[in-house]
């Protein structure tokens, strides 16, 4: 079993830059592949990014590509969003969500999920 928890959300400026965190626990999280993913109000969940267990391996929405960056530690149990030029329809909270072994970006693929963090951009 993997739990997991997402923080650093919050408000900022378009333009502006947040780091999202989500650490997990258990002691298998370095076999585990992460996805971030963002829902906003009415519409569906959406992939964001994704990362392979080791970390060699990152894909990306093309709407985010070149703005945000997946990364992890499995030393700390975390995996990383990183934001810059934040735009209003980034506005969505992000859900960080993990799998044994292979990257996807399908949703339903995934086996664990975080509870979520509101990232909110104002333009």
């Known amino acids: 079993q993997v739990q997991l928890v997402e923080s650093g959300g919050g408000l900022v400026q378009a333009g502006g830059s947040l780091r999202l965190s989500c650490a997990a626990s258990g002691r298998t999280f370095s076999s585990y592949a992460m996805g971030w993913f963002r829902q906003a109000p009415g519409k569906e969940r959406e992939f964001v990014a994704t990362?392979?267990?080791?970390?060699?391996?990152?894909y990306y929405a093309n709407s985010v590509k070149g703005r945000f960056t997946i990364s992890r530690d499995n030393a700390k149990n975390t995996v990383y969003l990183g934001m810059n030029s934040l735009k209003p329809e980034d506005t969505a909270v992000y859900f960080c969500?993990?799998?044994?072994?292979?990257?996807?970006?399908?949703?339903?693929?995934?086996?664990?999920w975080g509870q979520g963090t509101q990232v909110t951009v104002s333009s």
């Open positions: 990362i392979s267990a080791s970390g060699t391996i990152t």
């Open positions: 969500a993990g799998k044994m072994y292979l990257t996807t970006r399908y949703p339903g693929e995934y086996e664990y």
